[in-house]
C-alpha cells in the first residue's frame, strides 16, 4: 500500500543510516547529520532528501502522539536533583511547577520552578529547544544581577527534558493574589511599582529583559513587605501557553485574556499573531515593551481590571477609572502608550516619575480629629468673636476689650491645634506646618496692631478696619501658602480672601461681620473639603 | 435498526481501533503476556451494546468519553484480577500507575484550559492517528506504539522486539511512512 513516493524515499536511505537519523532525532541534533551517512550514499542529494523525509515523518507521528505519550509517560513528581530534597508543591502556573525544596548541603530552604512537558506537547521540537536555550541564557544572565527587590536565582538545568531553575524561597504572596483580594491603594502600589521598576532597571542596564512582567511575577514578601520580581526568561513559555489557551486573532474580545498577552506591548501582540510568532516576539522586544509591561501591571493593580480594557476604551479611561489620582492615570497612560517613543524610555524614568508622586505633599488627609471641632468649634467662635468685635465698636467700649476679644479668636484655633496632637498619624513636618504657619499669621496680626496703635494713635474708627483689612490680607497670604503643600483649593480660598480684604475697604464699619462671616464659612468648606479627601484615602487604603 | 441505534453502532465501530491502541499503548510489555488489548476492548463495546438505550441519546465525543472509562474500568480489573491469582507486589504498583496514566489522558482529552474547538479538533486528529495505527502490520504498530506512544529509544524498542537497532529504525520509518500515508489521505485503507 505504499506509494511510490515513500518508497523511493525509504529506498534513498538504508537501515543503518535510518537507525543513525533516528538517534539523532532522539538527541535532538538534527543538524548534525553523521558523516559516515554521507560516505555510505551514493550522492549527497539522495541523502538530503532521505534526511528530509525521515524529518517530515518523525515530527509529524512525534507532535501527534506526543500528548498521549505525556499522558502515558509524564510524571508530575518533582524531578530528581541530587542537590535538592523535595518538600511540596506550592504553585502551578500555566507553564511551569514551583516546589519548595531543601538544599541538601546548605540546608537552605530554595523554590524550585520546573516547566511542565505536557505544556511543550504541541510545539514542534524544535522551537521548544531554541525556547529552552534563551531561557537558559536569560536566566544565567539574570543570575548575575545582585538587586535586593529581585528573586536571586541560584541554579539553571534540564532534568529528564524539564528545564528547572532553583531560585530564593519568598514566603509571602504575589500582587495578583493581592490584586484579586480587593484594590490596594495608590500609594501601597505606587511604591510595590517604583521598587520593582528600579529593579528592572538595572537588569535592563545589564542588558537582560525581562519579558514578562506582570502581577503574577511580582511577590510581596510578608515580613518586610518587600517586593520582589521573580521569572526571568519565562515569557515565551508562558506567551507559548498562552497563545494555545486563549487564542488571540486579532480583534477578538481581548478582555478575556487574562495571562502574559494582556501585559504585553502591543508591537510584541502583533508579532506573536504572525506565522513566526515567538522568533518574531524574541526580536521586538525591548527596554520599552519592558516599560509597557510595567505600566500595564500598574494600571491593572490599580483598578483591578485587565490592561486589555486600558488598550480598548483609552478614551473611557478617564470617566472610568474616576477615583485614579490623575498623575497615577497620566504614568500608565504614557508608559502604556501604543507608539513606544512616547513611553517612558526607561524604567528609570518610570519609577523616578512615581517617586516624584509619592514624595507629593498629602498632608491634609491626615487630620481626621481636625475636620469636625473646625467646624463644629472654630467656625461659631470665630463669627461669634468677631460680632461681639462690631458691638463693641458701635458701643465705642474700651480699646482693650476689643483687641482682647479680636485676639481670643486664635484660641479656638489652636486649642483644635493642640487636640491633632493627640492623633498619632499626624505627620511630624505636618503639624510643625500647620503650627508655624498659624502662629506666623497671629504674630502678624500682632505687629499689624501695635503698628497701627503707633500710627493712628486713638482714632479706633479707623483703626480697626485697617486692621481687619490687613489680617484679612494676611489670611488670604497664609491659605495661598498652604494651597502648596495641603489642598490645592486653598488657593482659591486664598484668592477669596484678598477680594475680602478689598471690600472691607469699601464698607469699613461691616469689616467685623465680613470678617467673622468669611472666616466661619471659610471653616466649613475646608473641613467639609477635607472630609471627601479623606474619606477616598480611606476607602482605598481598606 | 432504527437510525440512532445504527448511529450508535458506526460510532462504536469508528472507536474500536482508537480504544485497541489506546489499550496496547497503556499494557506495558511486562503484562502483555497476561493481558489481551483486544479482550478488553471487545469486553467495552459489549459493555456498550448492553448499554445502548443510554449511549444512543449521548454524542460521540461523550461516547468516546464513556468507552475510556469502561475501558479503563476493564483493564484495572483485569491486572487486580491478575494480581489475585499470582499476589506480585509489581503489579500492585502498575494498577496505580495506570490509573494515574488514565486521569492524565482523561485530564489531556477535556483540558479545561484550551478552547473547546480546539480540543475537539486535536481530539479528532487524536483519534485518526491512534485508528490509522490499527491498519498497519502488527510489528510495525507495536515498534511504533512503544517508540512514539511509550516514550521508548530505539535501543528500547530493538530489545523488545528483538531485533538490531537497524532494523527497528527501518521498522519504525516504514511504519511511520504507512501511518503518514494513511493520514493524509484518508479512507486509502
Not at chain 1, 550522492?43 to 523525509?53: D, K, M, P, Q, S
Not at chain 1, 470678617?515 to 474619606?535: H, M, P
Not at chain 2, 440512532?4 to 511486562?30: D, H, K, Y
Not at chain 2, 492524565?104 to 477535556?110: A, Q, T
Request: charged share 20%.
Amino acid at each position: 500500500m505504499t506509494s511510490p513516493h515513500f518508497r523511493s524515499s525509504s529506498d534513498g536511505a538504508d537501515d543503518e543510516t535510518l537507525a543513525q537519523l533516528e538517534r539523532l532525532a532522539e538527541s535532538g541534533s538534527r543538524s548534525e547529520l553523521a558523516p559516515s551517512s554521507r560516505r555510505e550514499n551514493r550522492t549527497e542529494g539522495r541523502t538530503l532528501e532521505a534526511v528530509a523525509e525521515h524529518y517530515r515523518l518523525y515530527n509529524l507521528i512525534e507532535l501527534l502522539a506526543a500528548p498521549v505519550r505525556l499522558a502515558l509517560a509524564a510524571d508530575d513528581s518533582p524531578p530528581q536533583l541530587p542537590e535538592y530534597e523535595s518538600l511540596e508543591e506550592i504553585g502551578r502556573g500555566g507553564m511551569g511547577v514551583v516546589y519548595r525544596v531543601l538544599h541538601r548541603k546548605l540546608q537552605r530552604l530554595d523554590a524550585i520552578k520546573v516547566i511542565r512537558p505536557d505544556r511543550l506537547a504541541d510545539i514542534s521540537p524544535e522551537s521548544v529547544r531554541q525556547m529552552q536555550y534563551r531561557f537558559e541564557r536569560e536566566l544565567r544572565l539574570a543570575a548575575y544581577v545582585a538587586h535586593e527587590n529581585i528573586v536571586p536565582v541560584y541554579h539553571v538545568g534540564e532534568v529528564d527534558g524539564r528545564p528547572w531553575f532553583s531560585m530564593q524561597f519568598v514566603e509571602g504572596v504575589s500582587l495578583q493574589d493581592l490584586r484579586a483580594n480587593g484594590l490596594l491603594a495608590p500609594d501601597q502600589v505606587a511604591v510595590v511599582m517604583e521598587k520593582i521598576a528600579r529593579a528592572v532597571n538595572t537588569v535592563h542596564r545589564h542588558g537582560v529583559l525581562h519579558g514578562d512582567i506582570k502581577p503574577h511575577n511580582i511577590l510581596i514578601e510578608r515580613e518586610t513587605n518587600r517586593p520582589l520580581i521573580t521569572d526571568f526568561g519565562l515569557a515565551e513559555f508562558d506567551l507559548c501557553f498562552d497563545l494555545q489557551a486563549d487564542e488571540i486573532p486579532a480583534g477578538s474580545a481581548a478582555e478575556n485574556i487574562a495571562g502574559t498577552p494582556a501585559y504585553m506591548a502591543p508591537e510584541l501582540l502583533h508579532a506573536a499573531m504572525q506565522p513566526a510568532g515567538l522568533r518574531e516576539v524574541a526580536l521586538v522586544r525591548s527596554v520599552l515593551s519592558d516599560v509597557y509591561s510595567l505600566g500595564a501591571t500598574l494600571w491593572a493593580t490599580l483598578t483591578g481590571r485587565s490592561p486589555m480594557e486600558f488598550r480598548d476604551a483609552q478614551v473611557a479611561v478617564n470617566s472610568r477609572s474616576g477615583k485614579l489620582p490623575p498623575a497615577l492615570l497620566r504614568i500608565c497612560q504614557r508608559s502604556m502608550s501604543e507608539n513606544p517613543a512616547l513611553r517612558h524610555q526607561s524604567a528609570q524614568e518610570f519609577a523616578d516619575e512615581l517617586a516624584q508622586w509619592l514624595n507629593r505633599p498629602r498632608w491634609n488627609q491626615y487630620f481626621p480629629g481636625l475636620r469636625n471641632l473646625l467646624w463644629m468649634i472654630v467656625a461659631p467662635c470665630l463669627l461669634i468673636s468677631n460680632l461681639i468685635v462690631w458691638k463693641l465698636m458701635h458701643e465705642q467700649a474700651a480699646e482693650f476689650w476689643i483687641w482682647s476679644i479680636i485676639f481670643a479668636g486664635y484660641v479656638p484655633l489652636f486649642a483644635v491645634f493642640f487636640r491633632s496632637q493627640r492623633i498619632h498619624f499626624v505627620s511630624d513636618s505636618a503639624r510643625r506646618e500647620l503650627w508655624s504657619i498659624w502662629i506666623g499669621h497671629a504674630i502678624g496680626a500682632a505687629a499689624s496692631m501695635i503698628s497701627l496703635r503707633l500710627l493712628l494713635a486713638q482714632d479706633l474708627s479707623r483703626m480697626i478696619p485697617a486692621f481687619y483689612g490687613v489680617w484679612a490680607a494676611i489670611t488670604s497670604v497664609v491659605l495661598f501658602a498652604k494651597s502648596g503643600n495641603f489642598w490645592t483649593a486653598y488657593r482659591w480660598i486664598g484668592i477669596a480672601w484678598s477680594g475680602i480684604a478689598v471690600s472691607m475697604a469699601l464698607m469699613p464699619e461691616k469689616s467685623p461681620i465680613l470678617f467673622g462671616s468669611a472666616a466661619a464659612i471659610t471653616c466649613i468648606v475646608i473641613a467639609r473639603g477635607d472630609q471627601a479627601l479623606a474619606a477616598d484615602a480611606q476607602r482605598l487604603s481598606r | 435498526m432504527t437510525d440512532s441505534e445504527s448511529n450508535l453502532a458506526f460510532t462504536l465501530n469508528r472507536f474500536r481501533p482508537v480504544l485497541l491502541t489506546l489499550a496496547e499503548a497503556m499494557i506495558s510489555p511486562a503484562l502483555r503476556s497476561d493481558l489481551e488489548a483486544s479482550d478488553l476492548v471487545q469486553q467495552t463495546l459489549m459493555e456498550a451494546h448492553c448499554n445502548a438505550e443510554q449511549l444512543v441519546l449521548m454524542n460521540s465525543a461523550v461516547v468516546f468519553s464513556w468507552l475510556r472509562s469502561a475501558l479503563q474500568h476493564n483493564m484495572l480489573d483485569a491486572i487486580k484480577h491478575l494480581r489475585t491469582q499470582k499476589n506480585d507486589i509489581r503489579r500492585r504498583l502498575r494498577t496505580s500507575e495506570i490509573e494515574a496514566s488514565w486521569s492524565r489522558l482523561e485530564m489531556m482529552l477535556v483540558d479545561e484550559q484550551t478552547s473547546p474547538s480546539e480540543v475537539l479538533q486535536r481530539n479528532e486528529q487524536l483519534c485518526l492517528m491512534l485508528s490509522a495505527l490499527q491498519t498497519l502490520p502488527d510489528n510495525q504498530r507495536t515498534s511504533l506504539i512503544m517508540k512514539h506512544l511509550r516514550g521508548l529509544s530505539l535501543k528500547e524498542v530493538a530489545e523488545a522486539m528483538q531485533l538490531s537497532e537497524s532494523a527497528a529504525a527501518g521498522l519504525l520509518h516504514r511504519g511511520r511512512q504507512r501511518l503518514a500515508h494513511c493520514l493524509e489521505e484518508p479512507g486509502h485503507d
